[in-house]
């Protein structure tokens, strides 16, 4: 908002016109994301491991560590 309290509008437009490039680059990249599991998937990997995997990924060495020391103390409370 201009100080007077009117909308700038040429520059209302053009952010809202940059968040639907990026909204639109997301959904292509999400359609590409699929494509590679479904190669993956077509030349024999399992997509759900390969997803955990890259969750895992994604995570610092201490939150994995936080998270399989969970899992272990949840399957032994459960006997398993």
Do not use: H
């Amino acid at each position: 908002m201009a100080r007077d309290g009117s909308i700038a509008a040429d520059q209302l437009k053009s952010f809202v016109e940059r968040v639907e490039r990026l909204e639109e680059d997301r959904r292509n990249i999400a359609t590409d994301i699929k494509d590679v599991y479904a190669e993956a998937k077509a030349t024999g990997f399992d997509v759900k491991t390969m997803k955990a995997v890259v969750r895992l990924r994604r995570m610092t060495p201490a939150d994995r560590q936080e998270q399989d020391l969970l899992l272990d103390t949840y399957k032994s409370a459960l006997g398993m």
